[in-house]
């Protein structure tokens, strides 16, 4: 497969997950400020575009509800918002259009082309249209896709991404304590709830929502369950290695960090919590790097040299 085929199949999982996650944070977000009048929302929004990685402005007093919005869900140029993510999705499409099925390429056009009108609707409705339009493109990805690279590359992309945004939910939260957004919150922005739910049998409390989110290793959101795909997906990609070390860099920084929550005791994690999520998050950095400089390497580039006479 060619290096940008790649490389594109990488970053449509990636646009697709990116999008469907940043609609649940907002969605769940959005309404509880809606809901709560005693809520700090300045405070709320900022932390929301401290998740993101998008700059606050320095006046408490531009930073609201409809700037999140405008940021995170309708900005087109913005990649890190809803609408940036599922115009780039569709344009990596495009460069894997000998790829990819019919049917995934039609759903990520359309997508791309009802983005500005659906934006029109309200918050809610948008939300849950991007969930479902994700929900699509998962499901168009699971039974028209053959388990070839392609599959696997698109499957990296949208694992390295969903351990990075729940990482970054987890330490927001971390970080902000009672002012934050609370445990119930961030698990419904995961769309995990019901099943943490189900798995503690109704009993709630901040230490296990916060196990659940980390190291559920049936959970498909929680950190753990997203290393194990990357690794899958990158040991599949490359299955030839050496009998005494993993060559693979990607492989290694996530196996690390997956390791070091996996054996770790969960009163330590969150002793340590910031901390630790942020080593999460530079792990999936430097997997990010280490499959682009193997899977994509830049062109070099070719210069005229004069021949000596």
Avoid at 76 to 96: F, K, Q, Y
Avoid at 255 to 277: H, K, Y
Wanted: aromatic share 8%.
């Amino acid at each position: 497969m060619l290096s940008r085929i790649a490389e594109s199949l990488f970053w449509i999982g990636r646009y697709v997950e990116r999008a469907d996650d940043t609609a649940r944070i907002l969605d769940v977000h959005v309404q509880l400020l809606s809901e709560d009048p005693w809520a700090d929302e300045a405070t709320a929004c900022r932390s929301l575009l401290a998740i993101m990685d998008h700059p606050a402005p320095a006046d408490a007093s531009d930073v609201d509800r409809a700037m999140v919005v405008r940021l995170l869900a309708h900005d087109v140029t913005n990649p890190s918002s809803i609408a940036g993510s599922l115009v780039a999705a569709r344009e990596n499409a495009r460069r894997a259009r000998e790829i990819v099925s019919t049917d995934l390429w039609e759903c990520l056009n359309t997508t791309r082309n009802q983005v500005r009108v659906m934006g029109a609707l309200g918050t809610h409705e948008f939300f849950a249209w991007v969930r479902e339009r994700a929900a699509v493109v998962a499901g168009l990805m699971e039974s028209a896709t053959p388990r070839d690279s392609t599959w696997h590359f698109m499957v990296l992309g949208q694992a390295l991404e969903r351990a990075d945004m729940t990482a970054r939910l987890v330490t927001t939260q971390a970080r902000l304590g009672a002012s934050g957004p609370g445990w119930t919150t961030l698990l419904r922005s995961c769309g995990a709830y019901e099943a943490y739910l189900r798995t503690y049998r109704g009993r709630a409390s901040d230490e296990d929502a916060a196990g659940f989110l980390i190291l559920d290793r049936l959970f498909p959101r929680s950190i753990v369950y997203a290393l194990h795909a990357a690794e899958r997906a990158l040991r599949a990609l490359e299955p030839v290695e050496g009998r005494h070390f993993v060559s693979d860099e990607a492989r290694r920084e996530l196996g690390l960090v997956r390791s070091e929550l996996e054996f770790a005791r969960l009163g330590d994690l969150l002793t340590d919590l910031p901390d630790t999520m942020e080593r999460v998050q530079v792990a999936c950095a430097r997997a990010s790097n280490a499959i682009k400089d193997r899977y994509f390497p830049a062109p070099a580039t070719t210069a005229w040299v004069e021949e000596a006479l």
